[in-house]
């Protein structure tokens, strides 16, 4: 199936465009993971390669996006060697109406932290699927965990009212292994109520690395949409 043929398709690369276009001249600029922002990352390479951009420099939040990177020519550092993120582009699996988020379906939600916050302009690329009223409600929240501590946590977490599931791998026997060498637990619950606080709350559990309850971090959500077979973009 072509692109053309494709209007879902379609739609994630407008998104991707639309986002890479607001990337300027001499920016160092966070690149995100999963399918939207990679074409976000393919499109930068195009306006490197033209001319058109230039002097940039990319943070990669994993090795899918250092891979992608490299693959379209858009040059890559790492934190040690910069001082501050112009502008981080990044995809989410929930958006509420507050922009708050919950990512990590790619289980890179901690280098993604890392980055997104580090940034002075944090935009969002999503299609309108991922809109919700109340962060999940129909999305797990994500959270790492050493090896050695997945037992107690998954109990803490429990106690919270979550009910976490160690999410296993496809193509693979065991349990999905992060690019730092951790586990995700997915978790469940039936309300979250206060975003920030469960954010804060899950962190504290020793043994958690990070979750992907995103807060208080978001400038700009770009929303792909699918009408009359046609894509759009609108803001949020």
Not at 95 to 113: F, M, S
Not at 189 to 216: C, M, Q, R, W, Y
Request: charge should be negative; proline fraction near 5%.
């Amino acid at each position: 199936m072509t692109a053309a043929a494709d209007p879902v398709k379609l739609m994630k690369q407008e998104v991707g465009k639309a986002a890479a276009a607001l990337v300027k001249s001499g920016s160092i600029v966070g690149l995100g993971t999963g399918s939207t922002t990679a074409y976000t990352i393919q499109f930068l390479g195009d306006r490197l390669k033209s001319g058109e951009l230039q002097d940039i420099i990319g943070i990669p939040t994993s090795f899918q996006s250092e891979v992608l990177a490299k693959q379209y020519g858009v040059p890559l550092a790492t934190l040690d060697a910069i001082d501050h993120i112009d502008i981080a582009i990044d995809g989410a699996d929930e958006v509420d109406p507050q922009k708050n988020l919950i990512k990590g379906g790619g289980a890179a939600h901690t280098r993604e932290k890392v980055v997104d916050y580090l940034a002075e302009q944090f935009i969002v690329v999503v299609d309108s699927g991922k809109l919700v009223d109340r962060l999940g409600s129909t999305f797990a929240v994500p959270v790492e965990v050493i090896p050695m501590a997945i037992t107690p946590v998954t109990n803490a977490i429990k106690k919270l009212g979550g009910k976490p599931e160690l999410r296993m791998g496809v193509k693979k026997a065991g349990p999905v292994i992060t690019d730092q060498g951790n586990f995700v637990l997915d978790v469940r619950f039936d309300s979250i109520e206060d975003p920030a606080g469960l954010e804060k709350t899950l962190n504290n559990i020793p043994g958690v690395l990070e979750n992907g309850i995103f807060v208080n971090c978001v400038d700009l959500v770009l929303i792909g949409e699918v009408k009359d077979g046609q894509p759009l973009v609108r803001q949020l």
